[in-house]
């Protein structure tokens, strides 16, 4: 699967069927990241086969893990670890490559990354992971672009997070899971991927309490144990899926899902007038067959608020849904790339700094994309289902960092869809 390949989607047919929602990316990063604390093996079930796992595995294998994979079950190997440097070009190609800062920090004192650079959504500093493995006593020089981190001895401190970064909380509780003393993190962001990694940091004893509050609580601990742990289903890759049925006006039942982490999404669909009910934990069914009308105003904001990576999918559907959705980026400053790209088909988006401001159209019609990030990527799929003619979005790479097997799930479901 080359990054340059290319989607193509003949649009118009109404998806029905089921599908299986994947693991979750951006709990599975984070979790890969942690096994570098354990002594002994780790199992991971559910990790989705990405390219971002992929590398998320390099970097393990190249930090001295054995690491392998047997379809969705990901075996690691952490009893010894031979170096403490990131990789600069992994760095690249992945620039949440950063959580494995915090983990290396917490288990071998030392850690040597390049600055992961903004990418395509915005600048994407690290400055709060930075602040806050300072004031655990660690000391960090800048060398022409690269960090060095080293310390003597890691102790807990008490943080506080200008804004609820997912990543800095993830990495701050990397770092203190094995400090000496107690680190408190406050305004910590409470998305459920976090939920998930103390979930798995617990199992593995480490001593954890309010992951998913804005207070978490880590008392750091001796040595942390490998074990068997299944990764969370994908919220973004469900909110995606269920908007590929409503932009169709189809039916899809979602299996193997987490309804409460997607229930800010889900509001927004009955909002629209789709029918949705849940079965059990785990699965959603959505009928999209009467007239949807605009959800009127989507602001993003931190967990539970509405997320910020169903934005590009849920515009794709409000392109083509009659009346006009005001949408309010509150997380990524540069996270509208995807409209001009909609555009080209037809739809008609407004973009005002961190407003965008879609009027619904009847049509849209098939013409050729780039991908410009993950998500919008995954916005034009669900744009193309529904256009006239055919839509081929090139650089197709951008979606396979997140999407498992998102060519078979739409196939299966009726599209008309394939990778050239
Ligand atoms: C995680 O990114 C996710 N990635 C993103 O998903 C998601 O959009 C984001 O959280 C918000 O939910 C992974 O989990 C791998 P943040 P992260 O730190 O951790 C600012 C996808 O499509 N900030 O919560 O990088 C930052 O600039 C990806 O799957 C600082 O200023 O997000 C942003 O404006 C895209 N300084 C805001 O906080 C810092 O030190 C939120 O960023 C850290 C962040």
């Known amino acids: 699967m080359s990054f340059k390949q290319a989607i193509c989607i003949r649009g118009g047919k109404q998806l029905e069927g089921e599908i299986t929602v994947q693991g979750a990316k951006n709990s599975a990063l984070p979790i890969l990241a942690a096994a570098l604390l354990c002594k002994t093996q780790v199992t991971l079930y559910n990790c989705p086969r990405l390219t971002d796992c992929d590398a998320a595995m390099r970097i393990l294998t190249t930090l001295g893990c054995n690491c392998r994979r047997e379809g969705n079950c990901v075996t690691i190997n952490p009893s010894v670890i031979t170096g403490t440097a990131i990789p600069a070009a992994l760095m690249r190609e992945m620039r949440s490559s950063v959580i494995f800062s915090g983990a290396l920090i917490g288990r071998e004192k030392a850690c040597r990354l390049s600055l992961p650079g903004g990418c395509e959504i915005g600048a994407r500093p690290i400055d709060f992971h930075l602040a806050a493995f300072r004031k655990m006593g660690t000391e960090i020089t800048d060398e022409h672009g690269y960090l060095d981190c080293r ?75 490998g074990c068997d742990y299944s990764i969370m289903p994908d919220r973004i890759a469900a909110a995606t899926y269920l908007c590929c ?13 987490d309804i409460r982490s997607a229930e800010p999404f889900l509001s927004v669909l009955e909002q629209m007038g789709c029918s949705v009910y849940s079965f059990g934990e785990d699965s959603v069914y ?6 949807l009308k605009a959800p009127s105003v989507i602001r993003t904001a931190v967990h539970p608020g509405f997320p910020t990576d169903a934005q590009p999918v849920l515009m794709a559907l409000c392109s083509a849904v009659q009346g006009t959705t005001i949408f309010v980026e509150t997380i990524f400053e540069n996270r509208y790339r995807h409209a001009c790209e909609l555009a080209r088909l037809g739809a008609k988006i407004n973009v005002e700094g961190r407003v965008a401001v879609v009027e619904g159209t009847e049509r849209l019609s098939g013409a050729e994309l780039m991908a410009t990030d993950l998500r919008g990527g995954a916005a034009m799929v669900v ?38």
């Open 245 to 257: 049925g409503a932009i169709t006006r189809g039916e899809i039942m979602l299996s193997k899902a």
């Open 286 to 291: 959505m009928n999209a067959r009467k007239k």
């Open 151 to 225: 310390t003597n001895k890691l102790c807990g401190a008490v943080i506080r997070l200008p804004l609820a970064s997912v990543g800095a909380t993830e990495n701050i509780m990397l770092a203190a899971v094995l400090a000496d003393g107690v680190t408190e993190i406050h305004n910590a962001a409470r998305e459920p991927e976090i939920v998930d990694l103390a979930r798995f940091l617990t199992k593995c004893g480490a001593k954890i309490s309010g992951a998913g509050s804005g207070l978490v609580v880590i008392e750091g601990v001796k040595e942390l144990y």
């Open 383 to 420: 744009a193309g289902l529904f256009a006239d003619g055919t839509t081929k979005i090139g650089n197709a790479g951008y979606i396979y960092r997140g999407y498992e097997d998102i060519e078979a799930h739409l196939k299966g479901v009726g599209a008309d869809i394939k990778t050239v």
